[in-house]
């Protein structure tokens, strides 16, 4: 017969009462017990027996208590369970048995069972070499210690899974175990009476190389997986602290934003230093460079309120003009050729563009009005529900195209200024010996010119990296800047550094918070520094190479 109460009510006007509800669990529970607890809440009742089973009995109704599941927790299948106790939060169970296992059982959503939950192993710690006696747990954090019948005690952490000190005090069997309330202390009972007090100085348990850059399974997740989330709203939460979704977010912002910088960036310093006429090139290049002085704040500021709206309006339409703008300069330029010759040569060179411009403008209009054309016919009336349906993609507003435009947008000036000064710099001689031998200006600017000056393209490119690495507000007002592992272009992403710009805020002081974001720079300063260095060889050794020309 298992009797317990769990109900008091109290109120100003009238005395308490209290309900004591009596439960016999024999039919629910098959062989001695060895072993018991029950949550703080009274809701979940741990048993475990001699023969090695456990028993998770849901209380939440107090009359009709439920079997939910019966496992066998020990490897060797028979072995008694000897301790069990529930870490901060009671959703994990620490089981120590006679052989000396320790591990941890926690409940996660199962539609398959029952009752929609079953017990799972995510973590297995260090054994034992006695059956453990007495578990006590962190009343601060997910730290847990553990006694064995020879006296040996271990003080582990459930997140890290790592035994974090070995201690021996007597070689007696410890009867019980308490932690101090800071988390600060531990009292040792042992079974002749001995009492043993530690201090414990255990200031960043959770931290480990796993838990910073592996998949660690965390308290109600179906499985292992990279997760960032360093604050919670109650004192048993369970920081996360994965670096790999940070990192996967500053390269995919960096790749959208390359994606769209580079092909404009450096046609159109090409286009400027070799076919534009002087007049337009004195026009071109301050108006290019006067766009980095534009704050990194505004951008951001217009790429999330302004750009991110728009583009979910016609994103099929933009999708559209990738092949119809492309098709449209090509007409344009066999139309151009046809135009006869006493009126194309009438025109300065490089005022081709005023031609090209308006072809631009018209196969942008044309590709938004065939936009709802296509989505209607092709993508089912709504795209969004076609990328659910059809690829598992949901779409976010503020995600990596809109990154990839906007910080695009910021890089594209450093490119096209240092793209155009390596463009203008190749030497005169080149170009007009190539032009004498019947090359073309397109083959001249191609073959002879782009090799030359690719020392400094290079450069370009790579300075613009450096900046879209670090780009911070542009990241941090366009995305929706949730710290998720998704390579897809449709969701959003959270960067190192505009991590570092959310959180440092709620870090306290040398808290392992604020270590973890001093970790996040220094990699940030890696990064750059690794791909500054390899580039600034591979820009020497072309250098060398295209010298001789």
């Not at 796993?210 to 997760?227: D, H, I, M, R, S």
């Not at 000064?421 to 032009?435: E, N």
Request: net charge neutral; glycine share 8%; proline share 6%.
């Amino acid at each position: 017969m298992l009797q317990y109460s769990s109900e008091k009510t109290f109120s100003l006007l009238s005395e308490s009462e209290e309900k004591i509800y009596k439960n016999d669990l024999t039919n629910l529970v098959e062989y001695p017990i060895s072993a018991i607890e029950l949550d703080n809440f009274c809701e979940k009742l741990m048993i475990g027996t001699v023969n090695g089973w456990l028993y998770y009995i849901s209380l939440k109704d107090k009359e009709n208590p439920q079997l939910i599941q019966k496992i066998n927790p020990t490897p060797s299948g028979n072995s008694a369970i000897t301790s069990l106790g529930f870490i901060i939060g009671d959703q994990s169970v620490i089981v120590g048995d006679a052989d000396g296992n320790v591990t941890s059982w926690m409940r996660v959503l199962d539609e398959k069972t029952e009752y929609g939950w079953k017990l799972v192993n995510p973590h297995t710690f260090d054994s034992h070499q006695a059956a453990v006696t007495s578990v006590a747990s962190s009343l601060r954090n997910k730290s847990f210690i553990t006694g064995d019948s020879k006296g040996k005690i271990f003080l582990e952490h459930l997140t890290s899974e790592r035994t974090l000190i070995e201690l021996s005090g007597k070689e007696l069997p410890v009867k019980d175990i308490a932690f101090s309330p800071k988390g600060d202390g531990a009292v040792v009972l042992y079974e002749d009476g001995t009492i043993i007090s530690y201090e414990i100085k255990n200031p960043h348990p959770e931290i480990t190389l796993k838990t910073l850059f592996g998949k660690v399974w965390y308290e109600g997740y179906a499985k292992p997986e990279f997760v960032w989330q360093s604050t919670g709203g109650t004192d048993d939460f369970e920081p996360k602290f994965s670096l790999v979704p940070l990192i996967i977010g500053t390269l995919k912002g960096t790749f959208y934003a390359m994606l769209f910088a580079i092909p404009l960036a450096l046609f159109g310093a090409l286009y400027t230093s070799q076919f534009s006429h002087p007049q337009i090139r004195n026009y071109i290049k301050p108006t290019v460079e006067v766009m980095a002085a534009l704050p990194s704040v505004v951008i951001g500021f217009l790429a999330g309120l302004w750009l991110a709206p728009l583009l979910e309006r016609i994103l099929p339409g933009v999708f559209l003009m990738f092949i119809i703008v492309p098709i449209t300069i090509a007409i344009g330029a066999s139309l151009w050729k046809r135009i006869p010759g006493r009126i194309r040569y009438k025109l300065k060179p490089g005022y081709e563009l005023f031609f090209i411009l308006p072809l631009i403008i018209f196969a942008f209009y044309i590709a938004q009005w065939l936009g709802p054309i296509f989505e209607y016919h092709i993508l089912g009336g709504d795209y969004r529900t076609w990328l659910m349906n059809t690829l598992n993609e949901q779409y976010d507003q503020r995600n990596s195209i809109v990154v990839g435009f906007a910080m695009g947008f910021a890089v594209i000036p450093i490119i096209f200024t240092i793209c155009e000064d390596a463009l203008s710099s190749v030497p005169s001689s080149l170009t007009s010996a190539s032009l004498a031998l019947g090359a073309t200006k397109w083959e001249t600017a191609t073959r002879i010119v782009l090799p030359s000056a690719s020392p400094g393209i290079f450069s370009a490119i790579m300075i613009g990296f450096g900046r879209a690495v670090g780009e911070t507000m542009i990241v941090l007002m366009a995305t929706g800047n949730t710290p998720i592992l998704s390579f897809s272009p449709f969701n959003g992403m959270r960067t190192l550094s505009a991590n570092i710009a959310v959180e440092i805020p709620e870090a306290p002081y040398q808290g392992t918070l604020y270590r973890v974001l001093f970790l996040a720079a220094t990699l940030l300063f890696i990064l750059t520094f690794v791909v500054n260095t390899v580039a600034e060889i591979i820009r020497q050794r072309l250098r060398k190479k295209y010298a001789e020309l």
